[in-house]
């Protein structure tokens, strides 16, 4: 929607300073003046659109992670996904409070978003994250799986309280199949789903 409001708002700036430079100022090139008028509409655009952020984690929602497997895919970029679903929150929750539940869902996206330079991380359900990053090949989708099994072994730490996230995962390599995001969601949450009942802590 932004783009096509863009579209319809520069082709008839671009078409009046055309027809002012052909017929008034024929001795004035306007090009610069055309290439920063559409820098701003496009600037306006976006910047008025507004951002769609998780309130607690500032981490991206579902339909931002939705759109930027839209936007990878559109654009043939190799990338990984993992999912994390946290396993019996709501006991955390409970016998520690919300306060301190809150802040364990803060540090979880405070890792994700950290784990990779390019790393773009999400909450896309309650207890439940993606971290989109780019791969090269199975061998370093090993390794970031690895590394996150790795740091789920270790207590989570808020103020003094320390314990320990149950989870099950997802991990997938996309390399250009004909997917649609919404495809790829589907398969993610059918692997969480699969690795849950079949009490595997990652499924590819």
């Not at 370093?140 to 996230?165: H, M, P, Y």
Request: glycine share 6%; proline share 3%; with cysteine.
């Amino acid at each position: 929607k932004e783009i096509l409001r863009v579209i319809q708002m520069v082709v008839p700036i671009v078409l009046i300073i055309a027809g002012l430079q052909v017929t008034l100022l024929r001795f004035l090139y306007l090009n610069g003046t055309i290439i920063a008028l559409v820098n701003l509409v496009i600037f306006i655009n976006f910047q008025s659109h507004p951002i769609e952020a998780d309130s607690l984690t500032g981490l991206g929602n579902r339909n931002s992670f939705l759109d930027e497997i839209k936007l990878r895919t559109a654009g043939h970029q190799q990338y990984q996904i993992v999912c994390i679903s946290l396993q019996n929150f709501g006991m955390i929750t409970r016998r520690l409070g919300y306060a301190i539940g809150d802040g364990i869902l803060h540090e979880v996206a405070q890792y994700f978003s950290s784990l990779h330079p390019e790393a773009r991380a999400y909450r896309i359900a309650s207890v439940s994250f993606a971290v989109l990053l780019p791969v090269n090949d199975r061998s370093e989708q090993d390794a970031v799986i690895e590394q996150i099994r790795s740091r789920f072994e270790k207590n989570w730490e808020v103020g003094r309280t320390s314990c320990k996230l149950p989870y099950y995962g997802a991990s997938m390599l996309y390399q250009m199949q004909p997917w649609t995001a919404e495809q790829v969601m589907v398969y993610l949450e059918y692997t969480l789903a699969q690795a849950k009942a079949d009490d595997k802590q990652m499924l590819l």
